[in-house]
């Protein structure tokens, strides 16, 4: 039987390219995220290219009762999970802590904190009881440092990055791995996302340098799932050549 890898947030960017790479080395894929219409096609693709099983289940991770729905009844086929990517996650909107727009604050802490908690919770009891598994966090340079406008979406990627180390703890004994994978500037839908559909604002952060792609940071996702099994990556930051620090960035005129 195959292994089998659960991706939260395949729809695009690091989570579409996750599920390619997972799916080009033989895993059976569990895609989720929120526009149904791309995980239809996503899911042709994948079978289509690969020949590979998948399964695409659409729910909003930040509702506890759509997660439990989803991922708490899996038929035996697809109940072993060995690798859960915990990437659905979001940015929305930058400003200055005293203009913060609630709504948005929300959102990220419903999403990036919430929402990981939520799956993981389903998840990770299988995966103790079995003995084996292994949990890769998305997190992000935002969980490392703290930038000007980042206030909220830097606090909830701090959480991700201790809850990374946290929950690595709880689970060493269960022989369950836990893997934190912290990019810095990756071109996807993320900053469109931000910018709330504003293209020339969501272009800005990669004008004159060389992002990240999707496919940088699968490439690194599938690393860490495939060392050997005495072997585990605990913490990987992923910056493109021209980027130093979360707003230190080298940039062609
Ligand atoms: P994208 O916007 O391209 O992808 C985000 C994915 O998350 C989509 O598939 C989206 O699916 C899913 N998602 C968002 N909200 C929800 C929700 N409430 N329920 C279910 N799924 C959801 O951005 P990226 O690929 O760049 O982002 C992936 C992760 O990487 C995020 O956690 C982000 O914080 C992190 N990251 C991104 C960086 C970057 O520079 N791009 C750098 C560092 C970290 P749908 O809309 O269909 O629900
Ligand atoms: C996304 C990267 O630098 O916009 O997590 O915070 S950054």
Redesign the pocket.
Known sequence: MNNIALI?????????ATAMKFAENDYSIII????KD?LDSLEKELKKEYNVKVLSLC????SLSEVTHNLGNLDDEWKGIDVLVN?????VGLSHIQNGVIDDWERMID??IK?LLYVTRVISPGMAERGRGHIIN?????GKEAYENGNVYCAT?HAVDALSRSMRIDLVSKGVKVSNV????????????RFKGDRAKAEAPYKGMK?LT?EDIADVVYYCASVPAHVNINDVTVMPASQATATIVHREQ
């Open positions: 939260t947030g395949a729809t695009s960017g690091i989570g579409l989720t995220g929120r526009r791309r729910f909003d991770v930040r990437n659905a996650g979001l940015a999403t990036n929402g998305i997190a992000s340079i935002a990627k912290a990019p810095g500037l990756v071109e996807t839908e993320f900053s469109d996302v992002p999707g």
